[in-house]
Every structure is written in structure tokens, then in C-alpha cells.
């Protein structure tokens, strides 16, 4: 279903099994794991085991109301995953509701989709795990104003289902107010761990995504280790690859897919990545700046584009492919009439075979010119195959985080910004943040170069 190749990065002097930490280091990062998830700190491991009969029964009883769309309404952890979700499943295979994403605070964006949805038959799903994120909590406002016009205050609640912290946040306290359609994020799942919880769950079942597949390639993926110790030889090892060669300067990840319907994939691996592994500080409180940047590209487009700056730029990528064995749709190239000479050895050929050989010629390029690469290979693109490939990263990223002994479950570092914007926008607690800001703004314009 899905495969991992880790042959690239063996080969020359990249990486050697020495510079990995030993067999006992890894089973510590992993035994250490274990016990958060016995003692429920993490919850995440438990979520392959989700029954998804519940909010299937609910979405099939929408499914059969006058809904015609529905609006997902979040951002970070609570939008990406069901985005990406989505983008790799065909189009006509989801007979659900029309499925919208209010993410971006652009007002344009933001106004183009309000207008064009016929509010009397739109269902509202917002998510937000805190209940009080900016963006997120903006958007529900305006959507509430746009809906209670249309159908009066009295039926709006219908409209409406929310997604959110169990007893936390001021989303939950509206829920319990005005009483509309609920789902809880378990308190001990972080946002960009949450796909598998409702924030993933009930927006795809609403947009037919069949999510007991989605469920089962998880736990396939999690229970190919029958024990802790059995996972060290693939998350444990995984991971530690990732650190070793970001010590050995690899410290960008690029992640390549050559198959467009996998790309909302790599946008959830990035904040992943990311968030989980960008930290200032380690568990004992040492200032220690670790991270592995994520990098998106797209195959082939980006051979036309940054495949240049990998081959030839700073020797500090691993690029990992996402590769498709098998495709559901495909093409044959005319074999008449009769292309220019130099290209006639294309005539005949299935795009997906050029595809394939696009992606070799870039990846044993990249080899030989001295870059680890890796290639995670989707027999074919299907939610088991998709919740695998989730699942995986999860653990992964976890288990980086324990070697990198840094905290992957937090993000301290968004907060001051978060802090400086509400402090900007009038919240008297964050007021000298903001004065702060403003006070720096002043000089005498040497620094700055404007075109009239
Ligand atoms: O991973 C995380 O915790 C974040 O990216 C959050 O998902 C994101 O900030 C949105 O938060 P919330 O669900 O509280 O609105």
C-alpha cells in the first residue's frame, strides 16, 4: 500500500549507520514515547482505533437534509489535514456536500467565497481546538451575520456545527448558549495531530470521504510494529536519519511529489514538520534553536524551476519523492502523425510512464550530484494509502522530537505575534505589545525606498 526507500541516502559518504545513535538510544526515544501514551499525556497513537459509525450515521442524517455545501472554517492543524485529505480523493468519487475552506484572512478571498454560496442551504463547520483563534473565530462572525440575514435567527442554529475543545475556549461556551451540532478535540491530541479526531472526521464524512478506510490505513501503519521495540527499526529509524543528516548539514527537508492530488500532503507535512521540530529551547532549558525546514515542491513543474538550486546550490537537502505505482486515470501520447525525430521516442508511451521517467532522471541526478533523496511510493492513491502515509509522519515527527529532546507538542514561538496582533487591534492586556510596535515604527524614513 505504501513503501518507504531509504536507499539515497546511503549512498557515497552522506550517511553511515554510525551516525545514528545506537540501538539503545533509539529504544529509549521510543520507550520514552510509549510511556506518554500509556499515561495518556499523548493521545494521538489511540485515534487509528476511532469508530467511525457515529459520525457517519450523523453525516449520512445531513446528507439526507437540504444541505448543498458546507464551509470549513479553521486554519493550521484544524484546516490542512481534511484540505489535503480532500485534494487526493477524485472528485467524483465524494457524492457529499461541496466542500469550501475560509482559512486565509484576504478580504478578497474571503468575500468572493461568502458571496458565492447560497446560504440557506450551507452548513458552517468551525473549527478551532482553542475556540479563540483570530482568523478562524473572524470568519465564524461573518458567516453568522450572512446566515442568520438569510434564514432569521431562529433556524440559524441549524447551520451550524462546531468543532472544539471539550470544556475550553469561547467556542465552547457558545455551543453551550446556543446549543448548535458539537464534536470534541480530545485535550490530550494537539491541532496538527487532530486529522484523525472529528477536525478531520466529520468535515470528510459530510464530503463522502469514505474515513473508515482513512481510519484503517492508520492503524495499519501503526500496528506493522507489534511492540514498542519492534517500531525502533522503522519510526525510531526513520526519525533518526532525518536528525543525523540535519547534523551532518542536511538541515532542509524538501519534500517532491510527483503526483498533483498528493500536494495538499505535503502542505500538512510542512506545518508537521515544522511546528513540531522548530524549537528555541530543549527539555532541560538550554537554548538550542533545532529544526529541519520542510520545503514543498512539485514534480516535474519544480525541475523546471528548483531542481537547479537542489543540484547545484548549498549542499543542505534531503529530497524525499512521493511517487504513485499506479494511477487511476492516464493517457497514451498518438503514435501518429509522426512527432519531430528528436522526439518520436515519446510517441506511444503512457504519460505516466514519462511521469515515472522524469522522476528517476531527477532523482539519480540528484544522487549523483551528492544528495540524500528518499521516496515514500503510493501503490496507489487511496485513503488507506493516505491514512498510512499520515500516520507515519505523526510518529515520526514525535520521535524526532525526542531525539532532538525538545518539546514537539507546543508552539511558544506564535504566540508573541498572535499576542502583538490582538494588542494591535484593541485588547487592553496585549496594549504594550502593541505601543511597543508603534513606538518603533517612527524614524526618518532613511530606511525606507518607495516608487511613486
Ligand atoms: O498545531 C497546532 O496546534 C496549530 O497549528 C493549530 O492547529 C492552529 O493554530 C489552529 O488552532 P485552533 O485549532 O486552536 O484554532
Known amino acids: 500500500m505504501l513503501e518507504y526507500d531509504r536507499r539515497g541516502l546511503y549512498t557515497g559518504d552522506l550517511l553511515q549507520k554510525s551516525d545514528l545513535p545506537d540501538q539503545q538510544g533509539l529504544e529509549k526515544a521510543i520507550d520514552d514515547l ?60 465524494l457524492r457529499g456536500l461541496r466542500t469550501h475552506f475560509a ?49 432569521g435567527a431562529a433556524e440559524a442554529g441549524r447551520h451550524f456545527v462546531a468543532i472544539t475543545d471539550p470544556e475550553r475556549g469561547e467556542l465552547r461556551k457558545m455551543v453551550d448558549q446556543y446549543g448548535w451540532d458539537d464534536f470534541e478535540v480530545p485535550p490530550n491530541v494537539g491541532g496538527r495531530f487532530s486529522v484523525l479526531t472529528a477536525v478531520g472526521l466529520v468535515p470528510l464524512a459530510l464530503a463522502g470521504y469514505p474515513i473508515k478506510e482513512l481510519l484503517s490505513g492508520a492503524r495499519k501503519a501503526r500496528d506493522q510494529s507489534k511492540t514498542p521495540k519492534e517500531a525502533v527499526n522503522f519510526w525510531g529509524v526513520c526519525a533518526a536519519e532525518h536528525v543525523a543528516l540535519a547534523d551532518k548539514g542536511f538541515d532542509q527537508l524538501v ?58 546550490g548549498p549542499k543542505n537537502k534531503h529530497i524525499s519523492f512521493l511517487e504513485v505505482q499506479s494511477f487511476d486515470r492516464d493517457r497514451k501520447i498518438p503514435s501518429s502523425p509522426p512527432m519531430p525525430e528528436a522526439l518520436q521516442h515519446l510517441q506511444g508511451k503512457d504519460l505516466s510512464e514519462i511521469f515515472a521517467a522524469e522522476l528517476e532522471g531527477t532523482r539519480s541526478a540528484l544522487r549523483d550530484a551528492g544528495r540524500p533523496t528518499s521516496s515514500w511510493r503510493f501503490q496507489r492513491i487511496d485513503a488507506e494509502s493516505v491514512g498510512a502515509f499520515l500516520f507515519s509522519w505523526q510518529m515520526i515527527t514525535a520521535v524526532a522530537g ?22 494591535l487591534l484593541g485588547r487592553e492586556d496585549h496594549a504594550a505589545l502593541a505601543d511597543k510596535v508603534r513606538a518603533s515604527e517612527g524614524g526618518d524614513g532613511q530606511w525606507r525606498w518607495s516608487i511613486k
Open 255 to 312: 519534500m517532491m511529489t510527483y503526483s498533483d492530488r498528493l500536494e495538499g500532503l505535503v502542505d500538512w507535512f510542512a506545518q508537521l514538520w515544522g511546528e513540531s521540530l522548530g524549537k528555541a529551547v530543549n527539555r532541560k532549558g538550554e537554548k538550542v534553536h533545532v529544526g529541519i525546514t520542510p520545503i514543498k515542491a512539485v514534480g516535474v513543474i519544480d525541475q523546471h524551476s528548483q531542481v537547479q538550486l537542489y543540484m547545484e
Open 402 to 423: 525526542e531525539l532532538l529532546d525538545i518539546n514537539a507538542f507546543d508552539q511558544p514561538g506564535v504566540e508573541l505575534g498572535k499576542k502583538i496582533a490582538h494588542g
Open 103 to 151: 482559512e486565509n484572512l484576504d478580504p478578497e478571498t474571503v468575500d468572493r467565497l461568502f458571496a458565492s454560496l447560497d446560504p440557506k442551504t450551507t452548513l458552517v463547520v468551525v473549527i478551532t481546538k482553542s475556540g479563540t483563534t483570530i482568523e478562524t473565530m473572524s470568519q465564524f462572525w461573518l458567516a453568522r451575520e450572512i446566515i442568520e440575514k438569510a434564514v
Open 34 to 93: 510509549q510511556d506518554r501514551f500509556d499515561s495518556g499525556e499523548l493521545g494521538f497513537a489511540d485515534l487509528p482505533d476511532t469508530d467511525p459509525e457515529p459520525i457517519t450515521r450523523w453525516a449520512e442524517q445531513k446528507l439526507r437534509e437540504e444541505w448543498t455545501d458546507q464551509v470549513v472554517i479553521g486554519i493550521g492543524g484544524s484546516s490542512l489535514g481534511v484540505r489535503a485529505i480532500l485534494k487526493s480523493a477524485r472528485s467524483e468519487n
